[in-house]
């Protein structure tokens, strides 16, 4: 029973890094219609400029909020320099203008700072609090949920009670009667993605003090991860992310310690197997969220 | 009808030109549209109807002409449009299917403080008697319901423009009728409104004066009565008028075909209303008419 609370609240903190993740793809994916396949790539540049700040500043919180700006600069970047000009209405040149833009992020990353692993240092302790003789959370553990429940509660509130957020989902689901309706689709487009990669960003920031450390790909499996999870989730459905992440986090903790670390992904490509073929849209999305 | 004061009307179309590659949609078409008055374009399916909409909401580019707002050119971007006082209903209506109803019609009141918003778009459901399911789905609603959710939306932000595209299409008779009783109350506030629309009874209800294109082109205008008696509507309408008559044989003296120059009889407004459902094979671009359905 120890083990599985240690297993369970550790689980907790890794979905909620993936929901997070995964809920960056969801964004792009309702303000552009296209699945970023180089939000990894885009997240760890943005790490790289966090860690840069932190090791001249000696700030951890200098450097996530360096990270978060550059995530959301690099986001709105992509989108008027490239994604903009790719023809509308085709799902494959945004794909592979993505993949193209991995090589290039990566490449670009590993000259400027080479390939190495670079240890990212937590702001918190992650040794697990002792309850009741059982080890649960660290304090970063701690740190890492309440960061992403703060940020999804945020964007939650966005686009959900304010005014910007209706034209983000008004821009997002039906571009053309928007303009009629006064609403800046380009801009709400740019926007979607800046919020996106700052929140990809984010995700990445959380993840890398408690990996290997930093390196041009050291988001690469949160990605597999986290579009997995967006997949089962429903790519269209915000909350569907968050529900899928936690549930992902949690098989990949307890597949992890009950079996051997081998199996997560096994695990996970199980799930996404089985809800392809039971539910193809993802179990909280809309019927025609896939083909929108 | 009231006299329009003499100020710059609210639209100006004038010498409209718009082409798809080597087809002419609209050739030399020019109208107005004054403060208070309700104008309607008829003519077939494919006659123009919706590319002269596309092309004063800068949807579609006119190779010739101008259109002019409110005295001024109308803005180059659609987006423009909420702004210089003009709102559109699509025929495919363009619902945010997955926002609720009141959400809907707050989209185009993002200008206003939230407060603000809010209040202007109940007013808004309360006067097309909408209040009710503001928090519904606009998704999940019956089709008549959806079509009041579009007015309220078109009318949110208190246009001084209201372009309606096909308002009674799929209506029933108590629901046109309280279309029209919205139509003219909106008027009567001074908005201008153009319509298209193939009901002919709705339009004969409701406009002030009628525009009616065919092949691209303005082929008469003028108050309904006089529309209904233009020898030129007649001709437009001559060949399946002759469908009809030999369907249906025509009632010597009936007060709805009275005796024409030349002996045809003239074509009631029925004949000409199943005459322009009887064009519908001929296509017209849409516009983003449809999209809205997937949202």
Same mark, same amino acid.
């Given at each position: 029973?120890?083990?599985?609370?240690?297993?369970?609240?550790?689980? +907790?903190?890794?979905?909620?890094?993936?929901?997070?993740?995964?809920?960056?793809?969801?964004?792009?994916?309702?303000?552009?219609?296209?699945?970023?396949? *180089?939000?990894?790539?885009?997240?760890?540049?943005?790490?790289?400029?966090?860690?840069?700040?932190?090791? *001249?500043?000696?700030?951890?919180? =200098?450097?996530? +909020?360096?990270?978060?700006?550059?995530?959301?600069?690099?986001?709105? =970047?992509?989108?008027?320099? +490239?994604?903009?000009?790719?023809?509308?209405?085709? $799902?494959? $040149?945004?794909?592979?203008?993505?993949?193209? #833009?991995?090589?290039?992020?990566?490449?670009?990353?590993?000259?400027?700072?080479?390939?190495?692993?670079?240890?990212?240092? $937590?702001?918190?302790?992650?040794? $697990?609090?002792?309850?009741?003789?059982?080890?649960?959370?660290?304090?970063?553990?701690?740190?890492?949920?309440?960061?992403?429940?703060?940020?999804?509660?945020?964007?939650?509130?966005?686009?959900?009670?304010?005014?910007?957020?209706?034209?983000?989902?008004?821009?997002?689901?039906?571009?053309?009667?928007?303009?009629?309706?006064?609403?800046?689709?380009?801009?709400?487009?740019?926007?979607?993605?800046?919020?996106?990669?700052?929140?990809?960003?984010?995700? *990445?920031?959380?993840?890398?003090?408690?990996?290997?450390?930093?390196?041009?790909?050291?988001?690469? #499996?949160?990605?597999?991860?986290?579009?997995?999870? *967006?997949?089962?989730?429903?790519?269209?459905?915000?909350?569907?992310?968050?529900?899928?992440?936690?549930?992902?986090?949690? #098989?990949?903790?307890?597949?992890?310690?009950?079996?051997?670390?081998?199996?997560?992904?096994?695990?996970?490509?199980?799930?996404?197997?089985?809800?392809?073929?039971?539910?193809?849209?993802?179990?909280?999305?809309?019927?025609?969220?896939?083909?929108? | 009808?009231?006299?329009? !004061?003499?100020?710059?009307?609210?639209?100006?179309?004038?010498? &409209?030109?718009?082409?798809?590659?080597?087809?002419?949609?609209?050739?030399?078409?020019?109208?107005?549209?004054?403060?208070?008055?309700?104008?309607?374009?008829?003519? !077939?399916?494919? /006659?123009?109807?919706?590319?002269?909409?596309?092309?004063?909401?800068?949807?579609?580019?006119?190779?010739?002409?101008?259109?002019?707002?409110?005295?001024?050119?109308?803005?180059?971007?659609?987006?423009?449009?909420?702004?210089?006082?003009?709102?559109?209903?699509?025929?495919?209506? %363009?619902?945010?299917?997955?926002?609720?109803?009141?959400?809907?019609?707050?989209?185009?009141?993002?200008?206003?403080?939230?407060?603000?918003?809010?209040?202007?778009?109940?007013?808004?459901?309360?006067?097309?008697?909408?209040?009710?399911?503001?928090?519904?789905?606009?998704?999940?609603?019956?089709?008549?319901?959806?079509?009041?959710?579009?007015?309220?939306?078109?009318?949110?932000?208190?246009?001084?423009?209201?372009?309606?595209?096909?308002?009674?299409?799929? &209506?029933?008779?108590?629901?046109?009728?309280?279309?029209?009783? @919205?139509?003219?109350?909106?008027?009567?506030?001074?908005?201008?409104? &153009?319509?298209?629309?193939?009901?002919?009874?709705?339009?004969?209800?409701? /406009?002030?004066?009628?525009?009616?294109?065919?092949?691209?082109?303005?082929?008469?205008?003028?108050?309904?009565?006089?529309?209904?008696?233009?020898?030129?509507?007649?001709?437009?309408?001559? %060949?399946?008028?002759?469908?009809?008559? /030999?369907?249906?044989?025509?009632?010597?003296?009936?007060?709805?075909?009275?005796?024409?120059?030349?002996?045809?009889?003239?074509?009631?407004?029925?004949?000409?209303?199943?005459?322009?459902?009887?064009?519908?094979?001929?296509?017209? !671009?849409?516009?983003?008419?449809?999209?809205?359905? @997937?949202?």
């Amino acid at each position: 029973m120890d083990r599985f609370v240690f297993l369970f609240s550790a689980g +907790l903190a890794r979905g909620a890094v993936l929901a997070l993740f995964a809920l960056s793809l969801v964004i792009v994916w309702r303000a552009a219609r296209v699945v970023n396949f *180089a939000q990894a790539a885009m997240a760890a540049a943005a790490v790289y400029a966090a860690f840069a700040v932190t090791a *001249a500043t000696g700030s951890y919180w =200098a450097g996530l +909020l360096t990270g978060l700006a550059s995530g959301a600069l690099l986001g709105a =970047a992509v989108e008027r320099g +490239l994604m903009r000009r790719l023809p509308a209405h085709a $799902p494959l $040149p945004g794909i592979i203008v993505a993949i193209g #833009l991995v090589m290039v992020l990566q490449a670009g990353l590993a000259i400027a700072f080479g390939p190495e692993h670079r240890p990212m240092h $937590p702001p918190f302790s992650e040794r $697990p609090f002792i309850i009741g003789g059982v080890p649960v959370l660290s304090p970063y553990d701690l740190f890492t949920l309440v960061a992403a429940a703060a940020v999804m509660g945020g964007l939650a509130l966005l686009f959900g009670r304010t005014s910007l957020g209706l034209q983000l989902r008004a821009a997002a689901f039906a571009p053309e009667t928007s303009r009629l309706l006064g609403v800046r689709v380009p801009r709400m487009v740019t926007l979607g993605w800046a919020l996106a990669v700052a929140t990809a960003a984010l995700a *990445a920031l959380l993840l890398v003090p408690t990996e290997l450390g930093l390196n041009p790909h050291a988001a690469d #499996l949160l990605f597999v991860n986290a579009f997995a999870v *967006a997949v089962i989730g429903g790519l269209d459905s915000p909350a569907g992310a968050l529900l899928a992440g936690i549930g992902v986090g949690l #098989l990949v903790s307890l597949v992890t310690g009950y079996a051997s670390a081998a199996a997560a992904p096994l695990a996970v490509l199980a799930l996404l197997t089985l809800v392809l073929l039971v539910r193809p849209g993802g179990v909280f999305s809309a019927k025609e969220a896939r083909t929108a | 009808m009231t006299t329009p !004061p003499p100020t710059a009307p609210r639209l100006e179309v004038d010498g &409209l030109e718009v082409a798809f590659g080597g087809l002419t949609a609209l050739g030399g078409v020019s109208f107005e549209v004054r403060d208070g008055e309700t104008v309607a374009l008829i003519g !077939p399916n494919g /006659a123009g109807k919706t590319t002269v909409f596309n092309a004063v909401c800068g949807i579609v580019k006119p190779r010739k002409g101008n259109v002019r707002i409110g005295g001024r050119p109308a803005p180059a971007r659609t987006t423009g449009l909420l702004a210089a006082g003009v709102a559109r209903t699509l025929q495919g209506l %363009g619902l945010f299917e997955r926002m609720t109803v009141l959400e809907n019609v707050l989209v185009p009141l993002s200008s206003l403080r939230a407060e603000d918003a809010a209040a202007r778009a109940r007013d808004r459901l309360a006067e097309l008697g909408l209040l009710d399911l503001a928090d519904r789905s606009a998704g999940t609603l019956p089709y008549p319901e959806r079509k009041r959710v579009a007015l309220a939306r078109a009318l949110a932000a208190d246009p001084r423009l209201l372009l309606l595209d096909e308002p009674a299409g799929g &209506l029933g008779a108590a629901d046109i009728e309280a279309l029209a009783e @919205t139509v003219r109350r909106v008027a009567g506030e001074g908005c201008a409104v &153009l319509l298209v629309e193939h009901h002919v009874d709705f339009v004969m209800d409701v /406009a002030d004066r009628i525009v009616v294109l065919d092949f691209g082109e303005v082929i008469a205008a003028g108050s309904p009565e006089e529309v209904r008696r233009d020898p030129a509507v007649e001709a437009a309408y001559l %060949g399946l008028e002759a469908v009809n008559a /030999a369907a249906e044989p025509p009632q010597s003296g009936g007060a709805g075909h009275p005796p024409a120059r030349g002996g045809a009889p003239r074509p009631s407004t029925a004949d000409i209303s199943v005459a322009t459902e009887a064009h519908a094979h001929r296509s017209e !671009p849409q516009g983003p008419a449809g999209e809205g359905g @997937t949202a």
